[in-house]
């Protein structure tokens, strides 16, 4: 029995198009990210009305690397076709971008703290040229030593993954043979993929995650398989 998690990134938070390291600040998904969601949100709808059995057989060919002539009726089934659980950071723009996927479902997006982007301390809400100038010598040591450097105030990344997969292993585990999602943000979501594909987590930024990213990730009896990597429903705005 295969459980599916939908792991998404929040729609566009970046009022006037300047990227910020938002962190912990709480800011408003925009109508742009608004819109960004609804294309996440029937990506998912898309690929959650695959035949369970295609699933099944696409796992045995692209895993074992063989292909089964007579697959057992319900083989690779989910107890439900649709989402039967939507767990999102507590912070607005995951909060609301997270309501957009689980409505379809009539579902209540189910709020985790433990979800919550990296606090970035006195880098919150600063551009990385802004970083850069304001605060050199504390930006050359992030650079040399990014997983444990964490800025005044701030969280390191090994402090967020260790909150991160805590609560991704829990929403996993509490929902075997369903079809799950979760709403975080672009820092959580790479974590949560370099643990899944065994990636050392200093290559995490060679993860692109975009704004209503959409990661599919199956669990089956042996690895996890991740079926799409940042996928877009349409070429939105990055």
């Known amino acids: 029995m295969v459980t599916t998690l939908y792991l998404v990134r929040h729609g566009s938070a970046d009022a ?20 960004q969601m609804k294309g996440a949100c029937g990506l998912i709808i898309q690929y959650l009305g695959k035949p369970a059995s ?9 895993v074992n690397d063989r292909e089964e002539t007579n697959p057992e009726v319900g083989s690779g089934e989910a ?29 209540n997006p189910i709020r985790m703290p ?25 930006f050359d040591t992030w650079l040399g030593n990014p997983l444990h450097y964490n800025p005044v105030g701030g969280e390191s990344t090994l402090d967020v993954r260790l909150r991160v997969i805590h609560a991704t292993q829990n929403i996993v ?36 995650q975009d704004y209503a990213a959409v990661n599919i990730i199956e669990f089956w009896d042996k690895d996890p398989v991740v079926k799409l990597l940042n996928g877009r429903a349409r070429a939105w705005p990055r």
């Open 16 to 35: 006037g198009g300047v990227r910020r390291y938002h962190g912990s600040v709480d800011v408003p998904l925009l109508e742009e990210g608004v819109e």
């Open 54 to 62: 295609a699933r099944s057989q696409a796992y045995s060919k692209d």
């Open 114 to 138: 433990a979800l919550r982007e990296r606090n970035f301390g006195i880098w919150e809400g600063m551009t990385f040229n802004e970083i850069q100038d304001k605060y050199p010598k504390e």
């Open 79 to 107: 107890k439900s076709h649709g989402l039967t659980a939507v767990y999102c950071s507590d912070l607005q723009r995951a909060v609301r971008s997270a309501e957009i996927i689980a409505g379809p479902h009539g579902l």
């Open 173 to 208: 585990g509490s929902h075997p043979g369903e079809n799950v999602a979760v709403i975080a943000h672009g820092g959580v979501n790479r974590i949560i993929l370099c643990e899944i594909m065994g990636m050392p987590l200093g290559n995490m930024f060679r993860i692109e």
